[in-house]
Structure formats: C-alpha cells, structure tokens
C-alpha cells in the first residue's frame, strides 16, 4: 500500500494535512484529514467569570470572532435568565449577517475563485488571488470590497472589525445611531450590485465543472440548521431541525439547549477535529452537514425577496429534494449573501433599531447555559457550566466546522478515488482534493482552537503505511 500526504492543505483557513492510502493495486482504499492544531479554550477558560466568555471566546478565530461573541453572549444571557431588548436583538442580528456577508466573500474571491476562473488543473503558481487581480482586477476588487462592507458594519456597530466588544450578556454596549445607519444603507446598493455579479459569475460558469460536481462529497447524508419556527432561514435564533437526504423531517424544533440528546462527539487519533454526530443513528451512520448547503437544504424560504427567487432555482437542482452534491456549498453562500444584504437592510429601517434601550440586567439565575447560532461555516453551540458567583466550571464547544467532519472525510475520499491516480499523480488531481475541502469552507484554527501558521499536508502512504510522496505547502 502507498500513501500520498498533501501538506498543508493550502487556500482554508487553518492547518491540516490530507493522508491518501493506495492498495497494492494503486487504487485509493482509504483518505484521511488531519487537523494537526490544538488550542484548549475549553479548559483555560475554566476559572474564569462568565461576563469575560464573549471576549475571551472572540479570541478563538480572528476569521470568524463574531460568531463566538454571539454564541457566547447568548448561553450568557441563558445563565442570567433574561432577554436582551428588541433593539439589542436587531443590532446583534446585524453583525452577524455582516460577519456572514465578509466570511463568504473571503471564501469565495479569495479562496475559490483561482479554481473556476483558472481551473482545477491550471498551474499552481496561478491559483492564488494575486494571480487574480493581474488578470480580473475589477473581479479581485469587488471580492475587497464586499468583504470590507461587512467589516465596517461590524467596526460600527461592534466597536471593531475584528474580535468586537459590543456584543455583551444582556444586549449591546452601544446603540444605533441615526448617521450609522444611514451610511450603512448608503452603500447597500453597490453591495447587492457585487452579489448580483458574483451570482451571475458564477451561474454562468457552473457548466464548466460538471466533473467536480458530480464528484465533489456528493452522498446521502442527514442536514442540520437552525430554522425560525415557521421554517423560514434563520441565523440567530429559532430551533434545531434536522432532515435526511430525501427531506423528510427527523427532529423539528428542538430547542438548542437540548443539543446533547441528539448530538454525540466522537473523537479519532488522527486529528484534534471532534466529529460530531446524530445521536439517534449513532457514529459513524449519523453523518450530517452543516453551512449554507445544509440552511438552504432545511429552509422553506429565505424571508427576503432576491433571495426567495434565486432559492426556488436552488431547489430545483434536485427536484426539490436537498441538493447533495458538496460543490454547491459555493452557489449556496452567494444567495446567502444577497440574503444577509437584503435581512441588514430590513433591520436597519426597523424603528426599533433605533431605541436607547439596548441592555437587560441581571444575576446568576441559571448554572447551565447554551448559546447557539449559526456561524458562516454552520451551526455553532458554546455550553457553559457555572457555580453560584458566575465562575465558569466547564467548557464545551462544538464549532461549525466540526460538524461537517465526518462529511469532509467521505469527501476526501471520494474525490480521491475519482482523480488520484498512483502511477500518474497529478497537481490537478491533489488540487482537487484539497478543494473539496474548500467547498466546506473550514475554519480549522477555529474548530480546534488552532496555534499556527497556516499550512497544509499531503501524504502518499503505500499498502505498508509507509510514506512515498509528501507534498507541502506553506
């Protein structure tokens, strides 16, 4: 048996390494991510007082710290047994649609995009942004631009692009004002006319990855999402749903501070990346997605007009059954976009964003406390325990990324055996297993609590596990 090990893993956002097992045949029998990073904000955050979670936890990505602010001020506002004011909601629903708006954005110009305009098997000199803005300038600007619209909606509203401070338990720290909102909605056209384009791209250019599709981690799997109780797409609040590949209902909504009895964390030796799963099926069958392709798969509508048109040609993929196919991630954060455009536009001229009621006060009421929320990458929960004076005693985490590891790993393996030739290894071949990693849109520093540069790993094993090829990338 040989082993092909492609490290790092280039273009995601963390580090890892991808292990491919050939058999004495040369025929791939087994592929593997590694996530090589580890962290530990579980256990040093224990000893600490609740009200610090929502900045300590922003520290554990400096991608998507949003995310975490909420999550956490969410189980903290649990732990206090209160409900931030309608003006606080607002304004936090904003920053996290902002957060969704940026995060997608990065994945796709930044990350994706050197594959469909140069394709899978171009040079891999070429596959880079900066590649890019030499040859599609304005294509690269507009990735910039979109990118920093939702970044300064988050600094005005959360005090800071990154790691932001307003977001506390309770509500927020600062209001909105009449000038912000209204530079805010200033650029919303020019905003909704990039995602327009980046739609239009991109429709346009599907056809040309027919074989990517058909092959990128498409399989039956369950789904999992936050939904608003009327099944309508939601991010920040609302309850638990899950569905198998065919729609039918498994689990419809679930309180997310109930999240333990249908999901279990298994751990593997190879990486410090739980794999969370569906209880009820046990591990490893309860294999789900989480993300855009998993929302949009659950929900019955987006709730916003552009957004509702682009769902129903969706849906139609597959027959208005949920798509399967993993390349579709990409196609799912572009109508995300227009949504979240669309949603921040609607909350900023609601009157009660306005109101100078935006904190709620309270005291330890609760020893347990979940928040959850939905991240760029899926469904996000951050559990609390604390004794009586609010002094944390246990941690647990269960990242979006995380969620879809089981589902990256049956990708990995898929698009492996479909392209991964031993006699004839190509740097299209590998490309393409590490993009069916990008499809997910990992956060891996994120999901593990990283410390590191970010880079990726290869490696080509033989039937004896012994390394032929390693290819590195930093």
Known sequence: ???????????IEGHAKITIDL?????????????????????????????????????TCGICPVSHVIASSKACDVLLSLTPPQAALNIRKIINLAQLLQSHALNFYHLSSPDFVYGFDALKEDRN???????????AKDGI???????????????????????????????????????????????MEIAKSTLKYFKENMHKFQKEIDTFAVFPSLFMALVNKDGTLEHYDGVLRFIDSEGNILEDAVDPQRYKEFIGEAAEEDSYLKSPYYKPLGYPDGMYRVGALARLNIASSC????ADEELKN?????????????FYYHYARIIEIIYAIEKIEELLNDEASLSEDIKADGKINKTVGVGCSEAPRGTLFHEYRVDENGVIEKVNLIIATGNN??????????????FVDANDITDGALNRVEAVIRCFDPCLSCSTHALGIVS???????????????????
């Open 1 to 11: 048996m040989k082993t092909i090990t492609i490290a790092p893993v280039t273009r």
């Open 23 to 59: 058999d004495k045949a040369g025929k791939v029998s087994d592929a593997r991510l590694h996530v090589t990073q580890y962290r530990g904000f579980e256990k040093f955050c224990e000893g600490r007082f609740y009200t610090e979670m929502p900045s300590l936890t922003a520290r």
């Open 129 to 139: 942004i900066f590649k890019l803005m030499q040859t599609h300038p304005q294509m």
């Open 145 to 191: 631009e979109l990118r920093a619209f939702g970044q300064k909606i988050i600094e005005l509203l959360g005090g800071k692009k990154i790691h932001p401070e307003g977001i506390i338990p309770g509500g927020v720290s600062r209001k909105l004002e009449d000038d912000v909102k209204k530079n805010i909605l200033s650029q919303i056209p020019r905003a």
């Open 303 to 306: 709730g916003t007009p552009l």
């Open 314 to 326: 969706f849906k139609a993929l597959n027959g208005g059954k949920p798509v399967l196919n993993s």
């Open 405 to 418: 590891n089981l589902a990256m790993n049956a990708g990995v393996k898929q698009v492996a055996a479909a």
């Open 456 to 474: 990726s790993t290869i490696q080509l094993r033989d039937h004896d596990k012994k390394i032929i090829k390693i290819i590195e990338r930093n």
